[in-house]
């Protein structure tokens, strides 16, 4: 069952990446791991990197999946987030953000860019 939902999330974020490179990103990493978590797009974008949390939900039954980010998630995401910064960004002054992408089960994509502020 983990295995699917696995492939079943990388299918997601294989989508969400292409809709990143469509608008112009660049994709620096996927499914950048730390000892602090993951995360699943470090993009950057005009000179600020951005951090994307992907949220599939095949239907509104479940919710929408941009209403799962919750602040236990945000948190957690600026944890492994300033970790990734403080190592690849050290000295460079970029600024960065937090985005969510939500992909519904009909394939709608809705992109919130700066979703959550920081918070630690």
Not at 12 to 31: H, W
Not at 47 to 74: C, F, H
Request: glycine share 8%; proline share 2%.
């Amino acid at each position: 069952m983990t295995s699917n939902k696995r492939q079943l999330g990388s299918r997601y974020e294989d989508i969400a990446a292409s809709y990143l490179l469509d608008k112009g990103y660049e994709i620096l990493e996927r499914n950048y791991h730390n000892p602090r978590g993951e995360l699943d797009i470090i993009a950057k974008k005009d000179g600020v990197i951005v951090y994307v949390e992907v949220r599939y939900r095949s239907s509104d039954a479940y919710g929408d999946p941009l209403a799962t980010v919750d602040k236990r998630k945000q948190r957690q995401i600026c944890r492994v987030a300033l970790w990734h910064y403080a190592g690849y960004c050290a000295g460079k002054d970029l600024p960065c953000r937090f985005d969510v992408i939500g992909i519904c089960g009909d394939g709608t994509i809705r992109h919130i860019e700066n979703a959550f502020d920081f918070c630690a």
